[in-house]
């Protein structure tokens, strides 16, 4: 028996034999092509379109999220930048194949060299890339082996094209060798509920055959265990299937306390699952979907006919929704500036919408029209607010335009150390965690050089949220939690011990946070949360709880 540590993507754990991802295409070899540039261009072109059209016809069929990051894909297939490098390749004599092969390996490299975000999409281009090579070639693109019976999946990493279309009567779990916590195998594995533990790292002890259990809950693959190993893990996955298929009931503390478990959506589109695992409303609604691929702001007619269309799947329930907030990493032609050095502390969020003024009032007209239209209980709050003087002006503007509940993101240290302030001007606070740990480290999320800075269990965050809360409980006003810390069950019991009121996060996730709640009362949550605060890093203070959670 041994131990590979990676990545958990979720609560889960399964066991079963190891069938490993097929070998890539080989490489093609660098030689003089026979045929005209002319002919292999049309060649290579005909390859792009189609492996686009596969991707997308894939999205199609699995959407959510899935179909975002299929059409991310296809549109990276068939960009101008790679398509001009493999012309430049072609007309030097190369084959189509070698011109595909060495501009998408050049461009990867690239994005490598980026880090973060962007370096986790080298995967995916070397993807696209087997695929383009595979259509020239005649042959079928490597993909998932079909054993003929259950299986745990191992590869270096999985392409998007193939994680969205795993048979999960067939796959237990995944394994990657590569990738990390952002790259797209951990983001469709979480929004599939797939047990996943990505970033373990090569070995050989990981060959077709092998048995092994994949614990998501501590990141750990066990290679060859024992029969109690098994049985241990047997029995979890048995119990966490039977919580997953018991009645929905609303989120609470073992003593009765209500912590409603509320979901966060990117679509009207997610609505309906959300409802179905248990999402007592909403928490977080991003807006910006209906702005991204535009040039021009959409009007107030169809942001008030998507609205609606949310609203409507929760009716008597509250559903918040944040104003758009662009900028940093969403920039939009026609609202923020270009050319910032550090747009993360540029105009952004309500920074940007202050200045393109017309703008949010349309939203919040379109807001109100669409509340008019519904039974929802609408909420509304503003991205990246600083100051004070900032949450009064929302909640004033929001006023006018007749929104009942106003409030704000608390995404930057500043308010939450003057939250009793904000409270005095607006109606709610919800702390966007992933915000509020970029900015309280001084730490870029979408940069994977300083990743590791990037946990909210940091001492220094929980101090934050804490003051929010203690805030929250002197002025009456509710504290939700937004981020990604409330997915993790132990983390969201703490929030809860540290004054947040309600909880939102990936409707995958209530399952087991609503579990996790029950097991502890309010006292419990509030002790833990001391133990978590009281340290001095991110991994003690998570220690920390954990210790004081089974004691």
Same mark, same amino acid.
């Given at each position: 028996m041994s131990e590979l540590r990676g990545v958990g993507i979720g609560q889960g754990v399964a066991h079963g034999p190891i069938a490993r991802m097929a070998a890539r295409l080989e490489p093609p070899r660098d030689e003089k092509s026979t045929k005209t540039p002319d002919d292999e261009k049309a060649a290579v072109a005909e390859a792009v379109a189609a492996v686009a059209a596969e991707l997308n016809a894939r999205g199609e069929r699995?959407? *959510? &999220?899935?179909?975002? +990051?299929?059409? /991310?894909?296809?549109?990276?297939?068939? !960009? @101008?930048?790679? %398509?001009?490098?493999?012309?430049?390749?072609?007309?030097?004599?190369?084959?189509?194949?070698?011109?595909?092969?060495?501009?998408?390996a050049e461009f990867a490299e690239t994005l490598q060299a980026m880090g973060g975000y962007l370096g986790e999409r080298a995967a995916d281009l070397a993807d696209v890339a087997q695929r383009v090579i595979a259509h020239?070639?005649?042959?079928?693109?490597?993909?998932?082996p079909d054993p003929g019976h259950p299986f745990v999946l191992v590869a270096p990493d999985l392409a998007p094209a193939d994680t969205v279309l795993l048979d999960l009567d067939k796959v237990l779990a995944v394994v990657t060798t590569e990738g990390g916590p952002t790259s797209h195998t951990a983001i469709l594995a979480?929004?599939?509920?797939?047990?996943?533990?990505?970033?373990?790292?090569?070995?050989?002890?990981?060959?077709? *055959? &092998?048995?092994?259990? +994949?614990?998501? /809950?501590?990141?750990?693959?066990?290679? !060859? @265990?024992?029969? %109690?190993?098994?049985?241990?893990?047997?029995?979890?996955?048995?119990?966490r299937e039977a919580a997953a298929s018991a009645p929905v009931t609303p989120g609470a503390l073992a003593d009765g306390t209500p912590v409603p478990l509320l979901a966060n959506l990117g679509n009207p589109d997610g609505a309906a699952e959300a409802v179905a695992l248990g999402a007592e409303g909403v928490g977080l609604f991003r807006t910006e979907f209906l702005f991204l691929?535009?040039?021009?702001?959409?009007?107030?007619?169809?942001q008030t006919a998507s609205y609606t269309r949310l609203l409507e799947a929760f009716p008597g329930k509250k559903v918040v929704v944040r104003a758009l907030d662009?900028?940093?990493?969403?920039?939009?032609?026609?609202?923020?500036?270009?050319?910032?050095?550090?747009?993360?502390?540029?105009?952004?969020?309500?920074?940007?919408?202050?200045?393109?003024?017309? +703008?949010?009032?349309?939203?919040?007209?379109?807001?109100?029209?669409?509340?008019a239209?519904?039974?929802?209980?609408?909420?509304?709050?503003?991205?990246?607010?600083?100051?004070?003087?900032?949450a009064d002006y929302f909640t004033r503007i929001a006023r006018e335009h007749g929104i009942k509940t106003a409030g704000v993101m608390i995404?930057?240290?500043?308010?939450?150390?003057?939250?009793?302030?904000?409270?005095?001007?607006?109606?709610?606070?919800?702390?966007?965690?992933?915000?509020?740990?970029?900015?309280?480290?001084?730490?870029?999320?979408?940069?994977?050089?300083?990743?590791?800075?990037?946990?909210?269990?940091?001492?220094?965050v929980l101090r934050l949220i804490a003051e929010i809360g203690r805030a929250g409980t002197r002025r009456g006003k509710p504290v939700g939690i937004c981020g990604q810390a409330a997915a993790d069950p132990l983390l969201a019991v703490v929030l809860v011990g540290l004054g947040a009121t309600t909880l939102s996060m990936s409707p995958p996730a209530l399952v087991d946070v609503r579990a996790e709640l029950k097991k502890h009362t309010l006292d419990d949550a509030r002790r833990i949360a001391e133990a978590a605060v009281a340290a001095s890093d991110a991994a003690s203070a998570r220690a920390a709880a954990q210790a004081a959670a089974s004691a």
């Open positions: 699995a959407g *959510g &999220a899935a179909r975002d +990051v299929l059409e /991310a894909q296809a549109m990276m297939a068939e !960009d @101008p930048t790679l %398509e001009e490098g493999v012309h430049a390749r072609i007309d030097a004599g190369s084959t189509g194949e070698w011109a595909v092969h060495a501009a998408f020239l070639r005649g042959v079928s693109a490597p993909g998932v979480g929004d599939k509920g797939i047990v996943a533990v990505v970033g373990t790292g090569e070995t050989d002890e990981l060959v077709d *055959g &092998a048995t092994v259990i +994949v614990d998501a /809950a501590s990141g750990v693959v066990t290679v !060859d @265990p024992s029969d %109690e190993q098994l049985a241990e893990a047997a029995e979890r996955a048995a119990a691929s535009s040039e021009e702001a959409p009007t107030v007619e169809s662009a900028g940093a990493d969403k920039p939009l032609k026609f609202l923020t500036d270009a050319g910032e050095e550090n747009p993360a502390l540029g105009r952004r969020g309500l920074r940007a919408l202050r200045h393109h003024e017309e +703008v949010l009032r349309d939203q919040l007209t379109a807001l109100a029209n669409a509340e239209a519904t039974d929802a209980d609408l909420w509304v709050m503003a991205p990246m607010v600083a100051t004070v003087e900032e995404e930057v240290p500043s308010v939450a150390l003057l939250a009793d302030a904000v409270f005095e001007v607006t109606d709610f606070g919800s702390v966007g965690t992933n915000d509020l740990v970029q900015y309280t480290m001084a730490a870029d999320r979408m940069l994977g050089s300083v990743s590791s800075y990037q946990d909210p269990w940091h001492p220094a």
